[in-house]
């Protein structure tokens, strides 16, 4: 079956910090690729996604490759801020004939201090 | 504003009593999904339903049941029979004919049952 595996948590960063939070997934066929991000006592916000293989996901500062040859789909930003702070979510999807179901990793906490 | 609106924010049940979550959505979405939260583990699906009248169980199903007999509803009821209901509930939508379509979280329902 499909998974995703993602870095545990926490990560704490100081403000204007690099971000890298880790992301693996196993999937058989040729899944699209999610971030999540996730604000206290909230539920998820769509971040970035990358359909296919090269593809590049930014938003918001935040930037993830689809690296079909590794199955990685690591989530970058260059300078973080307080405002960051969340739980981040890696997930695939195996697309409309799979009823567009997400694999979810188990989310990593990102605390960025001032 | 269109979006999926989850009622209410926090549930508080006694142990052995069945409890009724709402999810609401006005983006005329024909797919909807359960996931489940806990600590830690990221989430995962419990049921969801492609079209009206038609649902599907996810990899926890077992002590849930749901119904969708509007486009716009989706309940899911946490039965007795659910060991460990304590959790946050959060529904989702989607396009479900549409390449890659992500999607759309509500706020989530806190659960718990003491």
């Known amino acids: 079956g499909n998974s995703v595996t993602q870095m545990e948590g926490p990560v704490t960063l100081s403000e204007e910090a690099f971000l890298t939070i880790n992301c693996t997934y196993t999937?058989?066929?040729?899944?699209?690729l999610f971030w999540y991000v996730q604000y206290p006592g909230e539920g998820l916000q769509l971040l970035l996604k990358?359909?296919?293989?090269?593809d590049k996901g930014s938003n918001k500062g935040f930037e993830a490759t689809y690296r079909k040859e590794t199955t990685s789909f690591h989530l970058e930003k260059g300078s973080v801020q307080v405002s960051d702070s969340a739980v981040y979510f890696c997930?695939?999807?195996?697309?409309?004939?799979?009823?567009?179901?997400?694999?979810f990793g188990g989310g990593t906490r990102v605390l960025v201090k001032p | 504003d269109g979006g999926i609106t989850q009622s209410p924010k926090y549930l508080f049940r006694k142990e052995g009593q069945n409890v009724t979550l709402s999810c609401e959505q006005n983006?005329?979405?024909?797919?909807m999904y359960w996931y489940r939260q806990d600590p830690g583990q990221g989430l995962r699906l419990i049921y969801y339903?492609?079209?009206?009248?038609?649902?599907q169980k996810g990899d926890i199903a077992e002590g849930y049941s749901v119904s969708r007999e509007k486009k716009e509803s989706f309940p899911l009821t946490v039965t007795s029979a659910q060991k460990n209901p304590t959790a946050f509930y959060l529904c989702?939508?989607?396009?479900?004919?549409?390449?890659?379509?992500?999607?759309?979280f509500g706020n989530g329902t806190r659960l718990t049952v003491t």
């Open positions: 989702a939508s989607s396009i479900p004919d549409r390449i890659n379509s992500p999607l759309h």
């Open positions: 999937a058989t066929g040729y899944p699209s």
């Open positions: 990358a359909t296919k293989a090269d």
């Open positions: 997930a695939l999807s195996e697309g409309a004939a799979a009823g567009n179901k997400l694999t």
């Open positions: 983006l005329n979405h024909d797919a």
């Open positions: 339903s492609q079209i009206v009248n038609d649902f």
